[in-house]
Every structure is written in C-alpha cells, then in structure tokens.
C-alpha cells in the first residue's frame, strides 16, 4: 500500500509538470493562500494577545477584601519581598518568601502626612519606621 501512495504521487507530481500545472495563475493562487494563512496566524495572535490582556485587567487585580489593604510591595529577591498591609487601623510590615510569611512589625498608625509618595521611595519610608536592634 506504501508503495503505491508513492506511485500515486509521482503520478501526481509528474502530472503537475507535465500539464503546466505551474502556470503564472497557480503561482498567483499560492502566493494568496501563504499570504491568507499568514495573515491569519498573526490576527490569531493578536487576539490572542487582546484575550491575556482582558484577563489580566479584569481577573489580575485579585479579589477585593473589605479588611485587608495592600499598601506597598517590594520585591528583594526572585523569591522574597516586603509588604506593607493594613488590618483593622493597623499597618503590618510582613516578610513574604516562598515558603512562609514572618511579620517583621506592627504599627499602629502610619503618618501620611510625613511621606510624601512622588519623591521617596519605599526603603526610605521603611527606614523611618522599623527599629533598629
């Protein structure tokens, strides 16, 4: 059976050469049909590409708690980050890794009014709050 789909084909292609099956109105047909198919890979893509966009805006932002604010976050490692949250009026410093999460410290109240966010940056506010040992 193998062999007579590879007679089958060098009948075909044979066809295909001698009947000027390569006219210029075939190479205007392929050049359609890998234009068509590319054009239709990239608009595949690129809605692709709209689809995770979409999602990440609408699912990325996570769910909205009523207690718990995410004040501010600092990634240190690949790994291993600072956060800033408040919890019922007040502010945990937590210490997130892979494998656990310490709470650093607890404030009571954290004072806007002495950072201000456009010039200082979150090591900065942090210094002026964690206690030196």
């Known amino acids: ?16 050469f001698k009947n000027n099956y390569y006219s210029t109105n075939n190479y205007f047909m392929l050049i359609l049909n890998i234009l068509f198919f590319l ?15 979409y999602i990440s805006t609408r699912f990325g932002t996570g769910y909205n708690a009523k207690n718990i604010k ?9 790994d291993k980050s600072l956060v800033l949250i408040k919890l019922d009026n007040n502010y945990y410093l937590l210490f997130v890794s892979k494998n656990s999460v310490e709470v650093i410290d ?8 002495e950072i201000s966010l456009d010039n200082n940056k979150f090591n900065d506010i942090l210094s002026r709050f964690v206690k030196k040992k």
């Open 1 to 16: 059976m193998y062999l007579s789909i590879l007679k089958g084909t060098f009948k075909y292609s044979s066809f295909m």
């Open 39 to 53: 054009f239709a890979s990239v608009l595949i893509i690129f809605l692709a590409y709209l689809t995770t966009k």
């Open 70 to 78: 995410l004040i501010e976050k600092l990634n240190i490692g690949a």
């Open 106 to 113: 607890k404030l009571e109240s954290l004072n806007i009014s």
